[in-house]
């Protein structure tokens, strides 16, 4: 699904935020990232979502090839990933059902499949009730889930959560690993980003360690060395 060889990212001021990184996030995996800042987290996520090119080696995804992805294919590549963003990004004269609505009407999904979808998503998410809530009136938590919402709608076979718990309280960063946990074990690839090692370590997942642009671990089961 994610395919890292040798990949090296170097910015034009020399910041090498990337240093020969590889590995592999197979289908149905629930994988973290974890670093702490600088380590080179974001740059790493933007190369998957096809933001930056790579200056040396290749990156797949989902069966794109990244390094000689031609541009009017970036949207499509972009469409089979839900995106989760730490800062939710919702629009704020939107409804949570317009929300999500939007990033089904995007892709030029019809009336039926959105009147069919969008309710059933929310209710997955657990926010049936406050679909006609706009984003002010709600908590972080449940503005965190209707962004995890609009990343599920269009049914993608990757979500990437980008620190999905940087701005909520701790009980609610546990409910939303829970949630991501639960939508991967229906069969969605999940690669989150955090920072959060406490976190990471209650649910015995894959961890990928990055340090200074290196990846120093890959360890699965939570990081407990077998």
């Not at 990337?18 to 592999?24: E, I, P, R």
């Not at 989760?84 to 499949?113: G, K, P």
Request: aromatic share 6%; charged share 25%; glycine share 8%.
């Amino acid at each position: 699904m994610i395919c890292f060889d040798c990949v090296s990212k170097v910015y034009p001021n020399g910041t090498k935020a990337l240093d020969n990184v590889s590995f592999a996030i197979e289908k149905g995996e629930f994988a973290f990232i974890v670093g702490a800042s600088g380590a080179g987290k974001s740059t790493l996520l933007k190369l998957i979502m096809r933001e930056e090119k790579t200056s040396s080696g290749h990156i797949s995804v989902n069966g794109y090839e990244l390094s000689n992805l031609r541009q009017s294919d970036i949207p499509k590549l972009r469409r089979s990933m839900g995106i989760v963003f730490q800062d939710f990004r919702l629009i704020e004269n939107m409804t949570v059902y317009e929300n999500v609505e939007f990033a089904m009407r995007v892709t030029n999904a019809s009336s039926r499949s959105i009147r069919k979808r969008v309710p059933y998503v929310l209710g997955l998410v657990g926010l049936a009730d406050k679909a006609r809530s706009y984003p002010a009136q709600l908590s972080g938590g449940q503005q965190q889930r209707v962004s995890l919402a609009r990343a599920l709608v269009n049914n993608p076979s990757i979500i990437i959560a980008d620190e999905p718990t940087g701005n909520v309280d701790p009980q609610m960063s546990h409910e939303i690993v829970e949630l991501l946990n639960e939508i991967n074990h229906c069969g969605t690839t999940i690669l989150m980003v955090t920072h959060e090692h406490n976190l990471v370590s209650e649910f015995g997942r894959r961890v990928i360690t990055i340090r200074d642009g290196k990846v120093v671990s890959d360890i699965p089961d939570g990081g407990v060395r077998r």
